[in-house]
């Protein structure tokens, strides 16, 4: 289980739970990264809570213990071919979990998501934790 791993929005909230299966998971990986994508869905859901200005304070906390990966023309790229391929086997899943995945292939990370659609995507290395 050891390894590099992309961490999808509903990982990183199972973590902030407390979820035996996702932190035990996070204890044994080698190198844990963010995809830029994900902490804007992170603190878009911490804007809309009761608790905005806590949960901001906890994902900024997340957020520095973790190296948070961009967008570029690689990842744009990347984002692409998975969506062709995806329109061409007629299996569209959300826009960001496209960039998303665009992220994990073009840095070579395992995904880490509880989302099954991210098996259509092809050469895209998954752990649900």
């Known amino acids: 289980m050891p390894g590099r791993y992309l961490l999808d929005t ?3 909230i199972a973590i902030f739970a407390g979820e035996l299966p996702a932190t035990e998971a996070l204890g044994l990986a080698e190198e844990v990264f963010l995809p830029s994508i994900v902490l804007g869905e992170l603190l878009f859901g911490a804007l809309k809570s009761s608790r905005s200005a806590d949960n901001v ?3 900024s ?3 520095q213990a973790s190296v948070v990966l961009p967008c570029d023309a690689a990842t744009a790229y990347e984002y ?3 969506k ?3 329109q061409a086997k007629g299996q569209p899943i959300p826009e960001n979990d496209i960039w998303v995945a665009a ?3 073009q840095f070579g990370l395992v995904l880490a998501s509880r989302d099954e659609h991210f098996a259509h995507i092809n050469h895209l290395q998954i752990e649900n934790w």
Do not use: G, K, W, Y
Request: charged share 15%; no cysteine.
């Open 10 to 12: 509903n990982v990183v």
């Open 57 to 59: 304070s906890r994902i």
């Open 80 to 82: 692409a071919v998975i």
């Open 61 to 63: 906390d997340f957020t």
């Open 84 to 86: 062709s391929q995806l």
């Open 103 to 105: 992220i994990a292939r």
